[in-house]
Each structure stands twice: as C-alpha cells, then as structure tokens.
C-alpha cells in the first residue's frame, strides 16, 4: 500500500482481490529482552524477512505474545514480525505501580527505543487495541498504520459492567478454588477451534500475571477510548469478527479520522486459531 493512499483506498482494492495466501515451512522465533533489571520487557519475533517496516503485535490480557504465534507464523513471510508481552504479563517484569493505557503506550514506546529501529506497523487486539491506538497517538512519528481486532470502545453502564467483571482486584490464597473460573472458561469451556494445548497456555499466562492479572483491564475500562481515537491520524483497519466487541468496533471505525472497517461475519472467537492465514492476507494487503 503505497503512503499516500488512504485507508479507504486500501479496502476497495482488497475487496477487488488483493488477498494472497501464505503456505511455507515452519517459522523459528527469537526471545528477547531489553530494559534494566527490575524493567525488563520480552520480545518475541518470528525469523523471517529482515528489511521493510516491522510489525509490532500487541496481545489481549491476561495473556503474552504467545497467544499471537499463528498469526505471526502466517504473518512472517510476509514482513517483519514481532510482539510484546506488555509489562506485567507473560515474560515482561511487572511495573512497581499500576499502569494506566498511556502508561502501558509509554513502557512499549521506550522498549521500542532499545529493540526497534525507525517506523513500525502495530496490531493490537483487544486491551492491546488500546494500548495501540494510544501509542499512535503519542507517536506520530514512530508508528505509521494500525490494525485492531475487537476494540472495546465502551461507553456508560456498559463500560461499568465491564470494569466490575474483569477489573476485580484479586489476592492470592492457598484455595485451589480460586482459579476454578478461569480454568473453565479457558481450557473446559475453551472455544471451538481452539485446541486444548492452546487453552491450557492461556491459563497458564494468566496465572503467570496473578494477582495483578486485573491491572490492564482496569486501565482499558477507565480510558478515554473516544479522546484517544479522535488524535489517531494514521491509516487504520479495524478487522471486526462476529463477537461480543462487534458493535464496539464499528463505532471505533467511525470515530477515526482514517478508518476502515473489514467485517468478518464468518469469524467468532479463536480466531487465531481458524483463520491466521486469512488474516494475514487481509493485513499484509493493507500494510
């Protein structure tokens, strides 16, 4: 997609075929480090192509970079791929006070400084679709397209009820019990598609970020979703599958400046699971 287009311009061309499929060997990924001890932050990047703009993947909570390994195996050889356990998650050390979104933008902004040279593409999805868009709005310069999945643009008693569910301190105890909801969701009542090695690995980063697993929820249902969209200028994709973030997406598109919605009614959950080639497709042709 050349700069100059908008990203309208990108969805008529897409919608005229632009899509191309991505079969090839097995992918190799990098872990590492950077920050001081104390404040260190993991990346994940998939070994692929080493030249043209990088792809920095932002995951949902509770989870890591882990959770988006199919789509950056899809993803990488296309472009340049990595990820970021956001700090307090997955591999990255906890921060010493609880983040706010533009805290969380701040922290993945000043690791870029040490693991990532010049512009970069992000995907976030859900809290990472925050964390994302907010990047973009303090960094202009830095970041030069988005692509969001299931952004939780909330507003009113909804946003509340979300807050109230998912934001719910937590203090660790020696009562089995304790875990036994996130247990079911994620692994017992695990979505079609999804195998039972990939929810257990869900329930495993959750765990890893226990008892402030809730932190990034708290910050993502207290943000000023609207003020942040309103100051992101960039070209961006809203990839909308058919879930319970559907309707929220649609008014994220339309609040940006440079927006386009991409539906995929064909698509619920575990969509990394089902349909990583096909987004890879999708994003590749917008990028």
Known sequence: MDDTETASDWDVGFRQGAARAADGPAVLFERRYVGKPGHQVLFTSALGPSSGTGLC??????Y????????????APRRRVFAVDTPGYGGSDRPSARPTIEGYARLIDEALDLAAEGQVDLFGYHTGALIAAELARQ?????????????????GAEQMDWRIRLA????????????EERWNFLVSQR??????????ENFVDELRSYPTNWWAHEAAFT??????????????????????????????????KNGVLHEMPHLENAIFDVASDELASIMDAFL
């Open 57 to 62: 993947c932002l995951h949902a909570t509770a």
């Open 64 to 75: 890591s970079a882990r959770s988006l390994s199919p789509l950056m195996t899809a993803m």
């Open 139 to 155: 960094r202009p310069d830095r970041i030069r397209r988005l692509i969001l999945v299931g952004v939780p643009f909330l507003h």
């Open 168 to 179: 719910r301190p937590a203090a660790l105890t020696a009562d089995l019990r304790q875990f």
């Open 191 to 200: 979505p079609p598609g999804m195998s039972l090695d990939r929810g257990f």
């Open 223 to 256: 943000f000023d979703v609207a003020a942040c969209l309103a100051g992101v200028n960039q070209p961006t994709l809203i990839i909308n599958p058919a879930n319970h973030l559907s309707a929220p997406s649609r008014l994220a598109a339309a609040a940006l």
